[in-house]
């Protein structure tokens, strides 16, 4: 999607509403603005979810069960290694 913006005289400029219908973007929504090769990129910041390190880790141990001996770096690497020589990640299987 391409869309055109006219910067005013104190630096501002409009996100066409198609844009950001399209994107998501609300009122207030915070943006990063990157310096690019090319020119300025606005990329939407990433919203907190407010829960701690701790809760996270949980809910994730919560949803993956693994209830096997302890697994070295080692072999998490050499698991990975071996995914991605197979042609990679394959969620449906």
């Known amino acids: 999607m391409n869309a055109k913006t006219t910067m005013s005289a104190k ?3 409009v ?4 844009v950001r ?3 998501g973007l609300k009122p207030g929504q915070a943006l ?3 310096q690019t090769a090319g020119g300025v990129m606005l990329r ?8 701690s390190f701790e809760e ?7 949803r993956i069960k693994y209830d096997g001996p302890p697994v ?7 698991a990975i290694a071996e995914m991605w020589a197979n ?3 394959h969620w449906d299987r």
């Open 11 to 13: 630096g501002q400029v």
């Open 15 to 18: 996100i066409p509403k198609d």
């Open 21 to 23: 219908d399209a994107l």
């Open 32 to 34: 990063d603005v990157v």
């Open 44 to 51: 939407p910041v990433a919203e907190k979810s407010g829960r």
């Open 56 to 62: 996270i880790t949980a809910e994730i141990h919560a």
């Open 72 to 78: 070295s770096i080692e072999d998490m690497n050499t």
């Open 87 to 89: 042609g990679g990640p």
